[in-house]
């Protein structure tokens, strides 16, 4: 009998086709479903990782803010200068200070010019030789207040250059009056000038004086007193004062700080909620600050963790005047973080708290609450946040799964 060859038919090889396809999506299904219920675990090592961490940041100091109402201010001291408690600050100037010296001024001028007409007739055309010594310490004294009211001068001198013209103006006055045959001409005037004096005196400049010692600042973003208590710090205040860091003088009021630490200040920051780019309470770290030069060691006071960010406070134990005027900064974290790590992707986020999920002795896996001392982006340094529980090295860990799923390796 002839034997007759195998021939493969086009049915022949899509069924085989199909049994191909078949075959791989069952060893997909299969590890897929290994994976799914042991959670791709590994094992615990210990590794060093340098970590950066890049943020704005908002500066908290020490300070106390003051306001007052004047209509002109004199500034004393320059930005940054150190003041002692009791130091002169500023000389202010009510809001009547312009009107008021100007009508002063006004009518002296008026009653001088009528004094000059009557002396001339009673004394045939000359002024007596004191007035003309009178007239020119007036010219110099009013050169003077100009220079200072400029700036040319020490501001500190113009109130003491102002009763100096006052008493000038009323001497020489006086002097032309004694010399007038008939002095009630002028009664009238000169007590209407005199009331004007009176009131000028109750409301003149006043020079404001340090409370405290520590550095003079006036610019303000008017959030000093919200940021006094490092403690009470937010997430939505420093997102607030991140997204409006405006500083400022005040222009319609006198306004200035007084920085009483000298040497330390504070910064607050914020990082994602669902990200590895955290730092350590209790760790201390490199930084700089952009514009300043330099490196800063700061160490981290807190670590405060919620749905819509992580805020940090860190205490900085150095020279608060380089950051004197400055509320929100951008910093870089620089760290080298030794210790236990976990691939980024093996860390659950809940509520803001990151999480790992590490074997027990009863076989299950089981939720650890850590702290991230680092991360480099794809790995990250943690320990436990219970200092009941330890980790350690080889200790086994899965990447997170549904609760639901089976938990054991």
Known sequence: MEQRGFRATKRFYLLL????????????GAVWLM???TGNVRKLEQMTLYTEVESEAVVVRSERLFTESASETHILLEEGAFVNEGDPIAVLFPYSYESQISAICTREAALYTLLQSLLRTDSGGTLPDDVLRYNEQIAAVSRQMRAAANGERDPVEYAKLESQLIRLQEERRNTMIQSLKNPDQVTDTVKEIDALKQN??????????????????????????????????????IKRILNAPSISMDNENFSYRIVTDRS??????????????????????SFTVKGVK??????ILTERDTESGIL???QVDADVRPLLTARVVEISVQNNATGLYVPNDYIQYIDGI??????????????VAV?????DGDDAIVSARDSHITLFAGLKVRMPIEEKEENKS
């Open 17 to 28: 086709i199909a049994s191909g396809v078949l075959l791989v999506a069952f060893v997909v």
């Open 35 to 37: 994976r799914k219920v």
């Open 200 to 237: 000028f005196e109750t409301g003149s400049a006043r020079t404001v004086l340090s409370e405290y010692n520590g550095y003079i600042s006036f610019y303000s973003d008017m959030n000093e007193e919200n940021l006094r208590d490092v403690s009470q710090l937010t997430v939505p205040l």
């Open 264 to 285: 330390k200040f504070y910064l607050a920051f914020v990082t994602s909620a669902k990200s590895a780019n955290r730092l350590m309470p209790g760790l201390s770290y």
């Open 294 to 299: 330099g490196a800063y060691q700061g160490r």
């Open 312 to 314: 940090y406070v860190m």
């Open 354 to 367: 990151p999480y790992i999920y590490a074997k027990s002795t009863d076989g299950t896996y089981q939720k």
């Open 371 to 375: 702290y991230i001392a680092g991360s």
